[in-house]
């Protein structure tokens, strides 16, 4: 670690674990061989790939064949979206909210393209979907609704629980992207409610390049990618032993620190963000009620992101003004707009999201 930098960026990115680095360097002594194939080295690697998925379902309270893997979080949002809505008649509904990640909104964008009808439903101040109008939008040919467990630009939390029993009892499926949540947040598929949820690896201290999309039995999902009969028929391709053992020690670590690191990680937070109001004004603080510990999203008027960026970056400060896939854009937040702040605050936003080795 560079100790004469400060990185407050880890909603972009977490640094991959010792512990997970040390698991999937022992994993590859077993697994650096193809699962799919029939003879002994095969099977070990089968064995391995198999045990980390038997992890990461116990730790979601899911079952083994609930558990897809994929390349990231944005294909497990794509995978979600688009598998649900071409596994069901043209035409169908999607709703998604406005403060989505675009791996979900620009989905939408294609799924029109294709014929089918979609809704950006808007989102309050706090930057959460209103539960009522979340219910108004449902219509009879709504297959499936896709909202964030908590934002990556802001923290806020969604309800997601609320909003799943409400489709549910409409027969809409219900999605949410939740990669911003382990290592803060409980996360048992049961208890959210939820018909899929997106996961990222490099989010909790895992290794980039894997993600997960658990799938509740039972819910229609075509395939994205054709080749082999992968993950259960659904997603094509060698999968990525190593980096998946990865994933599964590094959400077991998220799980056994959450708590504590969420109280610690959260006065840090709250110690932040009260000395840049004490210290600079006309400062807006972007936060939702209910919020992330790690994410502070701070408006400074009469500045752009773009100046204060690289401004802290020379002081040896590492932060974002958004989410890190769009970065090198110079619109405003997406996120922020839908929240209806004036542009003053949405042209000098910033992003500090603190980790546990922040």
């Not at 539960?131 to 709504?142: C, H, K, M, Q």
Request: hydrophobic letters at 45%; charged letters at 20%; proline letters at 4%.
């Amino acid at each position: 670690m560079n100790f004469d930098r400060i990185y407050l960026d880890n909603a972009a990115t977490t640094p991959l674990r010792a512990e997970v680095a040390e698991t999937m360097h022992a994993a590859g002594a077993q697994a650096d061989y193809n699962p799919s194939s029939m003879h002994a080295e095969g099977r070990r690697a089968r064995a391995v790939l198999d045990a980390a998925r038997e992890r990461l379902a116990a730790l979601l309270g899911a079952a083994r064949n609930e558990i897809l893997f994929t390349s990231s979080g944005t294909e497990a949002n794509n995978l979600a979206l688009l598998g649900v809505a071409r596994a069901g008649p043209r035409g169908a509904h999607v709703l998604a909210a406005a403060s989505e990640h675009h791996s979900v909104l620009f989905v939408l964008d294609r799924l029109r393209e294709e014929g089918f009808s979609t809704t950006v439903l808007p989102v309050g101040r706090d930057g959460c979907v209103d539960p009522s109008e979340f219910a108004a939008a449902l219509r009879p040919e709504t297959v499936l609704a896709s909202v964030m467990y908590a934002n990556n630009e802001t923290g806020a939390l969604g309800p997601v629980a609320e909003l799943a029993r409400i489709a549910r009892a409409r027969g809409v499926l219900l999605h949410s992207d939740a990669v911003q949540t382990p290592c803060w947040l409980p996360l048992d598929v049961n208890q959210l409610g939820v018909d899929l949820l997106s996961l990222s690896a490099h989010k909790f201290g895992g290794p980039k390049g894997v993600g997960l999309l658990y799938v509740r039995r039972g819910v229609p999902l075509a395939s994205l990618l054709y080749g082999g009969g992968q993950e259960f028929g659904r997603r094509a391709g060698t999968p990525n032993v190593c980096a998946i053992a990865g994933m599964a020690r590094a959400l077991e670590l998220a799980g056994v620190e959450r708590e504590a690191k969420a109280r610690a990680v959260g006065a840090l937070r709250d110690r932040l963000e009260a000395n840049i109001s004490a210290a600079i004004p006309d400062v807006r603080i972007n936060r939702a009620e209910s919020r992330l510990p790690n994410i502070s999203n701070v408006s400074f008027a009469g500045v752009e992101s773009a100046a204060l960026l690289v401004a802290l970056d020379l002081a040896g400060v590492a932060v974002s003004a958004g989410s890190a896939c769009t970065s090198g854009s110079l619109e405003p937040s997406h996120v922020l707009a839908a929240l209806g702040l004036e542009r003053r605050w949405l042209t000098g936003a910033v992003r500090f999201s603190l980790g546990t080795t922040s």
